[in-house]
């Protein structure tokens, strides 16, 4: 990814969500061999409408690709356009463009799905 302004990292995190109701928030950063990383921006992830819709439930028989939930950019999320809470293979994902905040501009793209890990407690609030 050297010298390149629109990195692919294709990365998968997985992350312990204590409050449902608080946004995930999302730094990035550049990597510098030599300095300290450089902080390219912020976002923050409301996963609000995506966990109202997996308390829903009932997607198993649901055709890949059905959309379950627009989502609109606001003033309360980060969204750079509309998301949509999409099922596949039984599970709800939703894919979003998120507009980096605290810099002058920037996009990042990401997917969220719900897991339920051993030994967690699932979906509560």
């Given at each position: 990814m050297e010298d390149n302004c629109n990195p692919i990292w294709n990365e998968e995190l997985t992350i312990y969500i204590k409050d449902l109701k608080v946004p995930i928030i999302l730094c990035v950063y550049d990597e510098d061999t030599f300095t300290k990383?450089?902080?390219m921006g912020d976002a923050e992830i409301d996963i609000k409408p995506y966990v109202k819709c997996l308390k829903k439930k009932g997607?198993?028989?649901v055709l890949d690709g059905t959309k379950v939930e627009k989502v609109e950019p606001s003033s309360d999320n980060c969204?750079?356009?509309e998301s949509f809470i999409v099922c596949n293979k039984g599970k709800l994902i939703q894919e979003m463009t998120l507009r980096l905040k605290n810099v002058e501009c920037g996009e990042v793209e990401v997917?969220?799905?719900?897991?339920n890990l051993p030994g967690g407690k699932g979906l509560h609030d």
């Open positions: 990383d450089d902080k997607y198993e028989g969204l750079a356009r997917e969220i799905e719900w897991l």
